[in-house]
């Protein structure tokens, strides 16, 4: 394969690990033998040439907690970390379900978990308001080589003036929208990447498209998935809830938002949106590859995974694009998230998770080691050229104009309310409210919920 654009280096192993099935918790050590001899030593040969990783560790195993673990065979910047350091990653797999009540327990025991990820989004600011997690600052210079071209996106996540999110990268694999190539052709409609690629691609288009194929009495069904409000609303580039100069703000009175939500309330009124009550309440998926349905809005970990698992789900003419561009914006915005994770209060070994850190940069920033990271992580996949670049391109976009909402890192209150396809704007929007009943009834809630996070009450 081509080796085009640049590299999440463990992108792959994270979303795709974040997807399946949770398991038990149990502890074990990352995997050092099951990669080539000569990728591994390649591997070690460029880190050890590479002048950025500087000095040794003395304690060389960091503790890691997580739904998901690391891979010598699909993560680079472990077998750096491996050759490079002596290092080990210990790993306790848990549920993803009760992850936090589970880190909790491993603080109050003293058990010594060093790192947890953050590209979930809801550990950050509550994680650091519960004392949860620590400040980086000590142990990660963002203004040194490896780490300056990230710095502003670590900027963002500053609380009471440090860092607690360790960004190695931001991605733009959030959201992105699957379609069928077949399905686009049989029915006559123009290819999404196509429009995209001419700068049409935009609400109108996709809502056109939409309309002039969704007929539910036919069995041919618009939009599914559990991400499409949320990922809708980032492309206004406004967050229902932000972090400005380290604090919360409630942005759900802004005119973008009541854009977006309209504008979603319109894809409801108008049959687009599947409609899952006629399926046990499960999304389908499988109607993609099955010519039924025509947008899937999903993170791209859908496709990280076997050629022959998410083909035969969603077709041998899969494809996608980022989310539409609000025609009123400023940018095209897309959502954004953290590749990254956050230091544990109570962590034995803070130098090692720096160390990791970095490994994890010189992987996105030495050429060869990043070649040979694409290799490891998407060619496994049955990925096309074309799947590459578009990838790599919603990544650009998303280092471009990164926008993060906070809405899930508030608390489970704040989450339930803007979230909730029961209680919240979800359930709202399908339910027709106007948008102005909505926000008059949670408007004063929400602030009240983030004035107590931002005077750090929990």
Known sequence: MKRTGRLFASLAAVILASSLASCDSTKQESSKDNLDTATREELASLAAKDSRLTGELENKTIKWMANW?????????????QERYGGTIEETIIDWSVRYDKLATAINGDEGIDFFPAGDTDAFPKGAI????????????????????????????????????????VSGANTAVFYNKKTIEEYGLEDPAELFAKGEWTW????????????????????????????????????????????????????????VQNFMAELHDDGCVLDKGLFDWQEKP?????????????????????????????????????????????????????????????????????????????????????????????ESY????????????????????????????????VTSILDSAETGIRG????????????????????????DANNGKS
């Not at 673990?69 to 970390?81: I, M, Q, R």
């Not at 519960?130 to 000590?138: A, L, W």
């Not at 002039?212 to 559990?226: A, K, Q, S």
């Not at 926000?439 to 004063?444: G, L, P």
């Open 69 to 81: 673990g690391y891979s010598a065979e699909k993560d680079p910047n472990l077998v750096v970390f």
């Open 130 to 169: 519960k004392s949860m997690f620590v400040p980086v600052d000590d142990y990660i210079d963002f203004d040194s080589e490896l780490w300056k071209d990230v710095k502003k996106a670590n900027d963002i996540f500053l609380w009471n003036g440090s860092h607690y999110v360790i960004c190695t990268d």
């Open 204 to 259: 109108d288009t996709f809502k056109k498209q939409l309309d002039d194929f969704v007929d539910p009495d036919n069995g041919l069904y618009g939009i599914d998935g559990y991400w499409t409000e949320a990922a809708l609303s980032l492309t206004t580039g406004v967050p229902y809830i932000g972090l400005e100069n380290g604090k919360l703000v409630n942005n759900l009175k802004d005119p973008a938002i009541e854009r």
């Open 286 to 378: 499988n109607f993609i590859g099955e010519g039924k349905e025509l947008f899937y809005p999903c993170g791209l970990w859908a496709v990280y995974k076997p050629a022959a698992e998410w083909k035969k789900t969603l077709g041998e003419d899969a494809f996608f694009v980022p989310m539409p561009k609000d025609p009123k914006a400023d940018h095209y915005y897309i959502p954004s998230t953290v590749e990254g994770f956050m230091m544990v209060s109570g962590g034995k070994n803070p130098e090692g998770v720096a160390k990791f850190a970095e490994c994890k940069r010189a992987v996105l920033l030495n050429e060869g080691l990043r070649q040979l990271g694409e290799d490891m992580t998407v």
């Open 382 to 413: 049955g990925w096309t050229p074309e799947m590459v670049a578009m990838r790599d391109k919603m990544t650009e976009m998303a280092n471009e104009y990164p926008v993060f909402d906070f809405y899930v890192g508030v608390s489970n209150d």
């Open 428 to 451: 709202t929007l399908q339910a027709g409210t106007p948008w102005s009943e909505t926000v008059a009834s949670c408007y004063d809630v929400i602030n009240t919920l983030i004035d």
